[in-house]
């Protein structure tokens, strides 16, 4: 391991610098205004990861139309009214050294439902008499998601082309509220991964069949971001690095997405896993510490595309031991930074980073030096009081 961590070492792409290599992951809430916009719970949320020293704070996965949220209090940035609302966010990330960046998505057929403590069971009539009615989820076919769910409506061509518009104009807006990264959400069984997936797309047309055809909703999806988005600041891509039973989906398969996504300007890939034949983060992988390492080690080396490292990552050491040993660009993070969200300058002080306190607010880093300063005096001074006599 290097004498200098690879963790804080800043990192830019394209246009745009991270002070470290520490990313907060998007971790959904649902704790948004009926209308999809955040609230000052999100301002908190986010915050407090800035001021903690993280380099790229992700909001989370982001409805680029209001049928693409998976329940009414999901987020999303299909309407101007939305915009100040994330600015007020973002400002005050950046004022605190972290770099913005918001997942795009839609949910698709995973949409119409209750939040994840109550089992994403899909809404009822009970629900609609508390003024949150169904609505009719759309896929890439009509392939409900489970026993219990309705079939959601098969996208036409027009449709497909409009869902498409919708993601290039949630881009415009996202750049106008001041995010300098986007990530395109093509996994856990959403939108881009219900075309990707022949579990769920079985569509006989140009967009169904090889994988060529399943890949075409993505591969448009990233060409109208790209075209909208600043030339100056990347675009990621996530994608379920495996899924589904037996060969369904394999690392094969999304190393020939991520090879396509980096040849129309994907700078970053995130390989997660799973997401199809479950809940939004289902995986048959087992969850060890690191357990998505392997795939972006795979798909960085395949590809030569940087990737994002995620999946049971709480360690500073193992973070960075991911990172010298060319597994990864950067690391991901989410419910760990729950539990502690000083997890980056906890890092930072872990691996030896000097001055570590300055990546904390002034008004926190001043207060912290002056008690550090004052622990080792008097550690000194204990240590002459209790040494032997000469």
């Known amino acids: 391991m290097n004498n200098s961590p690879l963790l804080f070492e800043p990192m830019t792409l394209d246009g745009i610098t991270l002070r470290n290599r520490v990313v907060v992951s998007p971790m959904c809430q649902y704790t948004s205004e009926r209308d999809a ?15 903690g020293g993280a380099g790229l704070i992700f909001c989370e996965e982001t409805a680029v139309e209001d049928r693409g949220r998976k329940s009414y209090h999901c987020a999303g940035i299909y309407d101007d009214k939305h915009l100040a609302q994330y600015r007020r966010i973002n400002d005050f990330l950046r004022a605190h050294g972290a770099v913005p960046g918001i997942q795009l998505g839609h949910g698709g057929r995973k949409g119409s439902g209750r939040p994840p403590w109550e089992g994403y069971r899909p809404l009822t009539t009970e629900d609609a008499a508390r003024g949150e009615a169904p609505w009719t ?32 104009d949630a881009a415009v807006r996202a750049a106008n509220a001041g995010y300098d990264v986007v990530e395109i959400h093509g996994a856990h069984g959403y939108l881009i991964h219900q075309f990707l997936s022949p579990l769920v797309n079985q569509r006989t047309d140009a967009y169904g069949g090889s994988l060529d055809n399943r890949m075409r909703f993505c591969m448009d999806i990233i060409e109208a971001v790209r075209a909208v988005w600043p030339k100056n600041k990347p675009v990621f891509l996530r994608l379920s690095a495996v899924d589904g039973s037996g060969d369904a989906w394999t690392l094969e398969d999304t190393v020939q997405v991520a090879r396509a996504a980096k040849a129309r300007g994907i700078a970053v890939v995130t390989p997660s896993s799973g997401g199809i034949g479950g ?10 510490p690191g357990y998505h390492v392997p795939f972006s080690k795979r798909v960085r080396a395949e590809v030569d595309i940087k990737t994002i490292a995620v999946g049971l990552i709480t360690e ?15 690391i991901g993070i989410a419910r760990e930074f729950l539990w502690n969200p000083y997890w980056t300058v906890h890092a930072a002080r872990e691996l ?11 008004t926190y880093a001043w207060w912290l030096k002056r008690r550090d300063e004052i622990r080792e005096v008097t550690s000194k001074a204990k240590h002459i009081d209790s040494a032997p006599p000469a």
């Open 279 to 288: 809940a939004g983060t289902g995986t048959l992988v087992p969850r060890a």
């Open 37 to 51: 916009g955040p609230t000052d719970y999100h301002l908190v949320h986010l915050g407090q990861f800035a001021m």
């Open 352 to 362: 030896g980073v000097a001055n570590y306190h300055d990546l904390l607010p002034r």
């Open 316 to 330: 500073a050491k193992q973070a960075e031991q991911i990172l010298q040993d060319g597994n990864a660009d950067l």
């Open 137 to 168: 989820t759309i896929s890439s076919s009509a392939v409900a998601p489970s026993a219990t769910a309705p079939r959601p409506h098969e996208l036409s061509l027009a449709e497909i082309a409009d869902v498409v518009a919708n993601w290039r």
